[in-house]
């Protein structure tokens, strides 16, 4: 939280924009792979949402569901031209990881002493706002007018090939740590770090939008 350049990870960069001009929709395909892989907020937020799920049926039943959220929003409005400040949309996507956090931890029971939203409802609403996350991201590079919607859906194919890559390993870290003694501890101090990652991204953003205007 101390370093705003590992903050930013996964803004626009000079790179991802020589890579779009110099190549085909397979370039939009590889940032959008490039970009899901650094998007430390989307992943904190999915890892969150694995904690809470105890099958592999499960798992693929709310990661669909996300990825159809974040796809309606991404697709759409980049397509649309919808836009937002994206210190803004960020913030609302860090507010999503301490969301998750925070019920992963039982706070809606213990300390609010009310029962959780509906998980399945909530991650698609989630999804939605890290949909439009990435779509301010898009819309941030130059993309022209030739082949508009190709470079969107590939853009969004390549976000989904990344979210699975990053998924893959944690799916495996955390469902085999399940047997462990240890994971108790695991998960209450994994869930506490995304309630801290969530409040410090939220300031930061925050932060960040109040010193543009």
Known sequence: MLCPLVLAAHGVSPGDQEILNNGGLLSYLLVGAKHMVTGYDHLLFLAGVIFYLSGFRDIIRFITVFTIGHSITLTGATYLGIRADEHLVDAVIA???????????????????????????????????????????????????????????????????GQVAALIPMVFLITRWQSKNSYQAFYKAA?????????????YQLYGYFNAH
């Open 95 to 161: 507010l999503s990881v301490l969301y998750k956090g925070f019920e992963n931890l039982g706070g809606f029971e213990k300390i609010l002493k009310v029962r959780a939203p509906n998980l399945l409802m909530m991650v698609f609403l989630f999804g939605l706002i890290h949909g439009f996350g990435l779509s301010t991201r898009l819309q941030s590079f130059d993309m022209g007018t030739s082949q508009f919607l190709a470079k969107i859906l590939s853009f969004n194919v390549g976000v989904e090939l």
């Open 191 to 203: 869930n506490t770090y995304l309630v801290i990652a969530g409040v410090g991204l939220f300031i």
